[in-house]
């Protein structure tokens, strides 16, 4: 059983003030009157009734100020977000002149759930004096892809929006895109991309969402990979077709290159376009690996700038890469270096960017 009264009773003193300036910072004018509201009751009781049936307007017509974000607040989102809230009981507590507590209890889709809810009497009709939840925090997602939700693209919590008073003083940061009570799912804006443990339970104003599994998570779509897959697989035949010494950052540490005493590099030495490249024993098919999206970073390289975005990546690969190439004095030196992996940039799908590692 969720008890938020009893998570916020430590700092009831703080929160109170806190609740203003949210308040007052997600809103913006007086909700219009919809239907009667003529006790504390009737209007937490027509707000849960306007959310388990799926009608935004009725709902927010409840709440004291609107939110000016309503990228998820309509009857379209709602209706599919929405789930049955049944077995409602208030319990209205005093307060100032026109204030009421009204401590709730109910079930949503089969969760029993209690909170508190602030009301204020304005003219002859009660409004809730809350402020919505916001989006859960999706932290393992790429820049590049936007979050959705009902393909949607919304602001996840974390860093947000800072929000302003009416005469544009700053109130306080805030994050998430509003929304009521209800079981929603993220997706992200890319093709190659999926999530695990989308799905999310937001039941009330203030108890916490309800995540499936440890939360959301991005990863390839099996398409994804095998793009991807094929796309290093072609990289890697590019470079062993060409003739450079440094070709695609099959680069060498320095001291491969020395002679041995200090006192020269062989790089020197070696005749350029005269590299022949090949896949020594026990060569892996790059093609039939599985990529994961993950931090990654490109080793450097002699000539290889290190990347330092996130990036989808394979790694505990075992390719060995051997060079023959001549030298100014008419021999040939053979080197061999080891692929341990590769990043792949996808940040634009039909341009995908191999480098390896």
Sequence with gaps: MLDVRVARSWARGVVSVALLLVVAACHGSPAPATGPASSPEQAVQGFLDAVGGGRADDALSFLRLQPTDRTLLTSTVLTKAALPITQVTTHVRGGPKG????????????????????????????????????VPSFMDHPDFAPVTIDGIAVKTGGPGSVIL?????????????????????????????????????????????????????????????????????????????????????????????????????????????????????????????????????????????????????????????RMSTRTTTGTTRVLDTSVTGYWADISDPDHIQIGFR
């Design 99 to 134: 204030q009421r507590t009204v401590d709730v209890a109910y079930r949503i889709g089969g969760q029993r759930v209690t909170d508190t809810y602030q009301t204020v009497l304005l003219g002859d009709r009660w409004y809730i004096d809350e402020s919505l939840p916001t």
């Design 165 to 321: 008073d009416q005469a544009g003083n700053t109130l306080l940061g805030l994050s998430g895109t509003p929304l009521l009570p209800g079981r929603y799912r993220f997706a992200l804006d890319h093709p190659l991309l999926a999530v695990d443990d989308a799905e999310f339970t937001v039941p009330s104003l203030h108890a916490p969402a309800i995540m499936t599994g440890d939360g959301p998570h991005a990863r390839l779509t099996d398409a994804g990979q095998k793009k991807i897959a094929a796309k290093a697989q072609e990289a890697l035949d590019s470079c062993l077709a060409a003739t450079t010494l440094y070709t695609c950052g099959f680069g060498f540490d320095r001291s491969q290159w020395d002679d041995g005493d200090g006192s020269q590099v062989l790089g020197s030495t070696l005749v350029e376009n005269t590299a022949t490249w090949s896949v020594g024993p026990g060569g892996t098919d790059l093609s039939r690996t599985a990529p994961a999206w993950q931090d990654c970073r490109a080793r450097e390289t002699w000539n290889l700038t290190p990347r330092f975005e996130t990036t989808v990546c394979a790694e505990d690969l075992v390719v060995v890469v």
